[in-house]
């Protein structure tokens, strides 16, 4: 089954303590992003990646970071993560520019 | 938790009736459109899309419309059923580009 998969799906974490939340797509897309969701706030880019070694920034990239060093695996870093880092996140992927992204189901993180 | 629908415009219809979900974008540029759809707890999900060389186009019980003189998008949903009810978000890219900027969406609640 096509799919982006990510992990993992419910984290709590404290203030300070690095984590990654991983993704994988099984569709050998060449776009991979991430995006937070907030209510009022709706779907934001946090990162994308157009191909293997290329990231870029999107909307909201402070604190985060990324890392592209196969296809298929694209994960978030958060270094050191703050209580306004807490959110729903997800990852999605795309054939390109010219079609819509495939979205994981989700990974909800609390930073107390 | 708290849900991703809170603060979201919200459309009422009763099953059976056609509905229709507005969207103003707000780049000129943007030259590629697409609904999504997203259920609780779930990532968004594809539904259609439109390229700006198009007017309209027509899925399964799905119709885009675009007016790229009013920068607006509208859905419209026909004979809508429970399972409709969800957060429909539209988004927005140029062509060449990976980011997609989503709108902030509009909740539909359909009763039975």
């Known amino acids: 089954e096509a799919q982006v998969t990510q992990n993992p799906r419910y984290l709590i974490t404290v203030t300070g303590k690095k984590l990654t939340v991983t993704c994988s797509q099984n569709?050998?897309?060449?776009?991979m992003s991430w995006y937070r969701q907030d209510p009022g706030l709706g779907l934001r880019q946090i990162y994308y990646?157009?191909?293997?070694?290329?990231?870029d920034k999107g909307d909201v990239p402070e604190g985060y970071k990324v890392s592209r060093k196969e296809k298929r695996n694209f994960p978030l870093i958060l270094e050191s993560p703050s209580p306004n880092q807490t959110s729903l996140y997800f990852c999605a992927s795309s054939a390109g520019a010219n079609y819509g992204y495939t979205f994981g189901s989700g990974t909800r993180l609390t930073v107390v | 938790g708290e849900s991703v629908g809170l603060h979201l415009p919200t459309l009422s219809v009763q099953e059976g009736d056609n509905s229709i979900i507005n969207c103003a974008y707000s780049?000129?540029?943007?030259?590629?459109f697409i609904w999504y759809k997203q259920e609780s707890g779930k990532g968004p999900q594809f539904i259609i899309d439109i390229r700006s060389n198009m007017d309209k186009r027509q899925g399964q019980r799905v119709t885009v419309l675009l007016n790229k003189t009013v920068k607006h998008l509208s859905l419209q949903i026909a004979a809508t059923q429970p399972g409709d009810s969800a957060v429909y978000f539209c988004a927005e890219n140029k062509i060449g580009y990976s980011t997609l900027t989503f709108g902030k969406g509009t909740m539909l609640l359909v009763s039975p």
């Open positions: 990646s157009m191909n293997v070694e290329v990231t």
């Open positions: 569709m050998n897309h060449e776009y």
């Open positions: 780049n000129s540029a943007s030259d590629y």
